[in-house]
């Protein structure tokens, strides 16, 4: 079954740290770069991070840059995001998605084309 | 503040037709940026309506059409039907390596 799963969501404090992780089956995960999207609580969705197929290239939204790290396992067929110097405004629903392209290529497949079902942050005090 | 600007609401009645428009606060939206659309209804996660401007998702109806109009990337739906009634986003590449989701348009068919 072609799927995303992930994990790792849960309460913290601000300042503290996070990592989550998302499970990859029933593809070839290492044909495909993956992002990070979130949503925060009655909120639009946020594009977040980006890492292609060997994880060498990474990017980045700028309300991130600096305190969250995109990474792969590609044997393993996982993601992961480790989130530092968390903020309130950090809280939301966090999705891993599957994305097609090839890295610096004209992206003409679907970018976002296999959504996980989310994990809920909560930054508080 | 919302670079990538969509409407943030839209009702249409059943069977009428709706276009949907995600925009650049500044500057133009052209087939260059990739626009692609995503509909998510609550509790659930999004899901490709019309990736690359114009190519609809396997399985989306063609009611759904997407397309460049002026300087705006556009969704538009023909003959609306009630389970048509989603949360819709657009997104953008934004040509650095980075992509923008525009703040959504919830789509009402009533």
């Known amino acids: 079954q072609v799927q995303l799963m992930e994990s790792g969501g849960g309460m913290v404090q601000p300042g503290r740290s996070l990592r989550l992780s998302c499970a990859a089956s029933g593809f070839t995960f290492s044909d495909y770069g993956m992002h990070w999207v979130r949503q925060a609580p009655g909120k639009g969705l946020e594009w977040v991070a980006v890492i292609w197929q060997d994880g060498t290239n990474k990017y980045y939204a700028d309300s991130v840059k600096g305190r969250f790290t995109i990474s792969r396992d590609n044997s393993g067929d996982k993601l992961f995001l480790q989130m530092t110097s968390l903020r309130v405004e950090d809280t939301a629903v966090y999705y891993c998605v599957r994305d097609p392209n090839e890295y610096n290529s004209n992206y003409y497949g679907d970018s976002f084309d296999l959504w996980g079902q989310g994990t809920r942050v909560t930054v508080s005090s | 503040q919302t670079v990538v600007t969509q409407e943030p609401s839209f009702s249409v009645s059943p069977g009428g037709t709706v276009t949907l428009t995600c925009g650049l606060r500044s500057g133009s939206v052209s087939t260059s940026y990739f626009p692609s659309w995503y509909r998510q209804t609550p509790g659930q996660a999004p899901r490709t309506v019309i990736y690359?401007?114009?190519t609809r998702s396997y399985g989306v109806p063609d009611r759904f059409s997407g397309s460049i109009r002026g300087n705006k990337a556009a969704l538009t739906i023909t003959g609306a039907q009630a389970d048509d009634t989603s949360d819709y986003y657009c997104?953008?590449?934004?040509?650095?390596?980075?992509?923008?989701f525009g703040g959504g348009t919830k789509l009402t068919v009533l």
């Open positions: 690359s401007t114009t």
């Open positions: 997104v953008i590449y934004m040509g650095n390596g980075t992509w923008m």
